[in-house]
């Protein structure tokens, strides 16, 4: 890898959207309280994730993605953990939406974009599920109005952010 390049202009969009950022001294106890920095044994780093946000690290974090914000599961131990209340996974949401805009995200994105599109829901009820669910006494789970989701994903261009794979809202009789 050669030289890192700080993107100052990087730097400042990400602060002015969440200016909480700025209050992070790299203690490490987002680290250390994120279940998925344990799993992945330090692969996935929450502190390193906002010391490259900190230093304007704009291709680390869009293009090459090291360490990689989507396998942040938003459970918030790491907000509700953080000394000095930085909003990290606001943060993380953020530097998400900025990989959206380049096109460069996980194709189990455009999956459960797909699937969000087409039926409502991010992970489509499968029959063993449902009737598994009806075995244990679970209620049923309803997706929410496709014409409405239709609507709000139109309202900010959803489909042009993902590869919809030849899904036409006027195919599908949504939107």
Same mark, same amino acid.
């Given at each position: 890898?050669?030289?890192?390049? +700080?993107?100052?202009?990087?730097?400042?969009?990400?602060?002015?959207?969440?200016? @909480?950022?700025?209050?992070?001294?790299?203690?490490?106890?987002?680290?250390?309280a994120?279940?998925?920095?344990?799993?992945?044994?330090?692969?996935?780093? *929450?502190?390193?994730?906002?010391?490259? @946000?900190? !230093?304007?690290?704009?291709?680390?974090?869009?293009?090459?993605?090291?360490?990689? +914000?989507?396998?942040?599961?938003?459970?918030?131990?790491c907000?509700?953990?953080?000394?000095?209340? +930085?909003? !990290?996974?606001?943060?993380?949401?953020?530097?998400?939406?900025? =990989?959206?805009?380049?096109?460069?995200? *996980?194709?189990?994105?455009? +999956?459960?974009?797909?699937?969000?599109?087409?039926?409502?829901?991010? =992970? *489509?009820?499968?029959?063993? =599920?449902?009737?598994?669910?009806?075995?244990?006494?679970?209620?049923?789970?309803?997706s929410?109005n496709?014409?409405?989701i239709?609507?709000?994903?139109?309202a900010?261009?959803?489909?042009k952010?993902?590869?919809?794979?030849?899904?036409?809202?006027?195919?599908?009789?949504?939107?």
């Amino acid at each position: 890898m050669g030289m890192l390049k +700080v993107d100052f202009e990087f730097r400042k969009e990400i602060v002015k959207d969440d200016f @909480s950022l700025n209050y992070c001294y790299q203690c490490g106890t987002c680290s250390s309280a994120c279940p998925v920095a344990l799993i992945t044994e330090g692969e996935y780093n *929450p502190r390193k994730i906002i010391e490259e @946000s900190l !230093l304007g690290l704009k291709e680390l974090l869009i293009k090459d993605q090291k360490p990689n +914000v989507w396998l942040c599961s938003t459970c918030q131990m790491c907000v509700e953990e953080c000394p000095q209340n +930085v909003f !990290l996974t606001e943060i993380f949401d953020n530097l998400k939406n900025k =990989i959206v805009q380049t096109g460069n995200y *996980p194709e189990a994105y455009n +999956v459960q974009g797909n699937a969000i599109l087409e039926y409502g829901l991010a =992970i *489509p009820l499968t029959t063993p =599920i449902i009737r598994r669910r009806q075995q244990l006494g679970l209620p049923s789970i309803e997706s929410a109005n496709i014409e409405e989701i239709g609507k709000l994903l139109e309202a900010t261009n959803f489909e042009k952010k993902i590869n919809t794979n030849g899904y036409s809202k006027t195919e599908k009789g949504g939107m």
